[in-house]
């Protein structure tokens, strides 16, 4: 975009497609926001009426509230955490040549083409249950008594879960930023004295800086609004162990029909979306530029 | 010290042999360069000293000592690549420091000596900089000199110039030889610019195909070729070889003639080949004239300063008799049959 006669192009090249998302985005979160000001109660319909911030203030009040959102930030943060550093190591690993790489990458990269609904049911099925699930099967086999994962550490669990489904994602990104990395820039180090260690210190973790920060920023976006995983393995429960505000907005909307407030609690999820957003692009994005 | 001795080296990538066996002696001290044409195991031979790919037979000495199972860092030698191969997110100072940092040196000692490789290197006004806002000569210079504040036994250098321009390359090149004039370590410098290797060479290796072809001074290389090989690939324009009637007259199959040992008239003169010019090529100090002589071909003519010739004119070519290489059947040079 050199030239002003490019940039009046672009802008006219764009315009459309810029036109098209922006009705996209805008009408629904139009019609969420005036739905968020109204009694809206699908028990008691033809009484919808105007209440202001109402909602807002239930919602924001409502003690529930407070553990969907710290049950919110603890899953963003421990899968976005075991993502990258597992995603880092293995694709070091991946990285170097050894016999069968490319079936072991394929490997890697599986559980990201399985539907978080499917994941979920055999997690939830054929690992995780207490009787008949393969941990319980190896947990007899060395004689110590099965974990009922998902009723006792039922976060713990969709953790977990999660993160096994996000770690090919980290891996695959990571992956081909290990393997951009000039090879003579590692002999050059390698020159210099530097043991595995050091080198992975000092050479390939700045390198990945970058892809983890996309990293960071992508799973974030997903990992805010998880909910198949949840709705098919713990139903939000033991009490509120593993409820997050998606779970949250929908139980509120679906299980006690009350439309106004779901709205309510929507708007909130989009506003802390953008503040976590802000604060990470913030945090890690100055990598982006380099 | 920098004495290297290669005995016997050889190398496979897979089953494809690369070098078959070099013996070489680098003396301490001396500027060695290796010469050869593109994939002759230039590189490769230069990353066995290293320590960069593993020998597949025979021992490799520093100072006596052998170091074919020692790792990169061990064998006390610096290199400087290519492309440079600075890490871009550190600063000057740091990539300096870097090697000296990995070896446990104290912070003190560690300034101390990249300022005194900033002051040689003149890096003073961009050692707070990272390599992505160097120029290419900038950053060649920082590639140097995390190379010398290493104090090695010997530096490696694999085509350092080949990715500036033509001026600064001439800079650059000076300046390495200043360093060596200087610091009397020994440098170990892969190029494929003839004018690098006869300017900057105490001792020149020609490769060919993995085989070293001569080792010698440039001059002796000039002068005294060993085979077909080296006169063709040291000196440019390259060496003329006549076969056929002319070299009869020297009973041998081939001889040879640089461009600078013709002799051009442009007057009918006895003996003298007659040729047709192509191209003149005038340079301002030189005119290079490449010409269709009779029952020959293709020749090539260097001429000192102006010739007024061009495309179309016949001129008559007399070669200097003493600086006529004869060759055998399988191209080695031919000294005792004068
Ligand atoms: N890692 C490798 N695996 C297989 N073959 C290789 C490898 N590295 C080099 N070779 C081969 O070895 C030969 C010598 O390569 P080398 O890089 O030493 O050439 P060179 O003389 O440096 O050439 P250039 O002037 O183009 O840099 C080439 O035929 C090349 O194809
Ligand atoms: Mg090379």
Redesign the pocket.
């Known amino acids: 975009m050199a030239t002003k006669q490019t940039k009046t192009l672009a802008t006219f090249m764009v315009a459309p497609s810029v036109i098209m998302l922006f009705l996209w985005m805008i009408v629904p979160l139009c019609m969420t926001i005036y739905f968020s000001t109204l009694r809206y109660n699908l028990l008691d319909p033809g009484n919808e009426a105007f209440v202001g911030l109402e909602n807002y203030i239930y919602f924001l009040t409502d003690p529930d509230f407070f553990t969907a959102l710290g049950n919110t930030l603890i899953l963003v943060g421990s899968v976005l955490f075991i993502t990258v550093v597992g995603g880092v190591l293995l694709a070091i690993l991946l990285d170097q040549p050894f016999f069968g790489q490319g079936i072991a990458r394929l490997m890697v990269i599986a559980p990201f083409f399985v539907m978080p609904t499917v994941s979920a049911l055999i997690w939830k099925n054929l690992l995780m249950n207490p009787v008949s699930g393969f941990f319980a099967y190896l947990a007899k086999l060395v004689g110590v008594e099965p974990i009922d994962w998902l009723g006792d550490h039922a976060l713990l669990s969709i953790i977990i879960l999660v993160a096994w489904q996000w770690l090919p994602f980290a891996t695959l990104i990571l992956l081909t930023a290990v393997g951009s990395l000039d090879g003579e820039r590692k002999e050059a180090a390698e020159m210099d004295g530097a043991g595995p260690i050091s080198l992975f210190y000092y050479i390939i973790l700045p390198h990945l800086a970058r892809a983890i920060t996309v990293v960071i920023l992508i799973e974030t976006i997903f990992l805010l609004s998880i909910f198949a995983e949840i709705f098919v393995t713990t139903g939000g429960g033991p009490g509120l162990d593993t409820t997050n505000i998606a779970f949250l907005v929908y139980s509120q909307a679906l299980l006690q029909f009350d439309i106004g407030g779901a709205s309510a609690g929507g708007i909130v999820a989009v506003i802390l979306a953008n503040i976590v957003a802000i604060f990470l692009v913030r945090m890690v994005g100055k990598n982006l530029d380099a | 010290m920098g004495r290297i001795v290669l005995e016997k080296v050889s190398k496979y ?2 089953d ?1 042999l ?1 070098i078959p066996s070099i013996d070489l002696e680098v003396e301490d001290g001396d500027f060695v360069v290796f010469v ?1 044409p ?7 031979l230069l990353r066995l000293i290293a320590g960069l790919e593993d020998t597949s037979g025979g021992r490799i000495l520093i100072d006596d000592v052998d170091v074919v199972a020692e790792p990169p860092a061990k064998r006390g030698l610096s290199m400087v690549f290519q492309s440079y191969a600075l890490y871009p997110h550190m600063t000057v100072r740091n990539n300096i420091a870097f090697g000296l940092k990995m070896a446990g040196m104290d912070k003190a000692s560690i300034d101390k000596k990249v300022n005194h490789a900033a002051k040689i290197l003149d890096l003073g006004s961009y050692i707070d900089r990272r390599p992505g806002q160097l120029s290419g000569g900038q950053r060649q210079r920082v590639a140097i000199g995390r190379a010398i504040v290493r104090e090695p036994k010997a530096f490696l250098f694999d085509e350092p110039l080949s990715n500036l321009d033509a001026a600064l390359r001439v800079q650059m090149r000076l300046e390495i030889s200043d360093l060596h004039n200087e610091l009397k370590t020994t440098m170990i410098y ?1 190029t ?1 610019d003839q004018v690098e290797a006869m300017t900057l060479a105490d001792k020149i290796v020609v490769l060919n195909a993995g085989n070293v072809e001569q080792f010698g001074s440039p001059l002796d290389l000039y002068n005294s070729p060993r085979n077909k090989f080296v006169a063709g690939f040291i000196g440019s324009p390259k060496m003329n070889f006549i076969e056929g009637k002319h070299a009869e007259k020297y009973k041998v199959p081939t001889v040879g003639i640089r461009p600078e040992h013709l002799g051009i008239n442009t007057k009918q003169s006895v003996g003298a080949w007659i040729a047709k010019v192509g191209i003149a090529e005038h340079l301002g100090s030189d005119t290079f004239l490449y010409v269709d002589a009779e029952d020959i071909g293709q020749l090539t003519v260097r001429v000192s300063g102006e010739l007024n010739v061009s495309h179309g004119d016949i001129v008559y070519l007399t070669p200097d008799e003493t600086r006529l290489h004869r060759f055998d059947g399988d191209g080695m040079t031919i000294t005792a049959a004068k």
């Open positions: 990538f897979g494809v690369v050869g593109s994939g002759c195991g230039k590189s490769t892969v494929h």
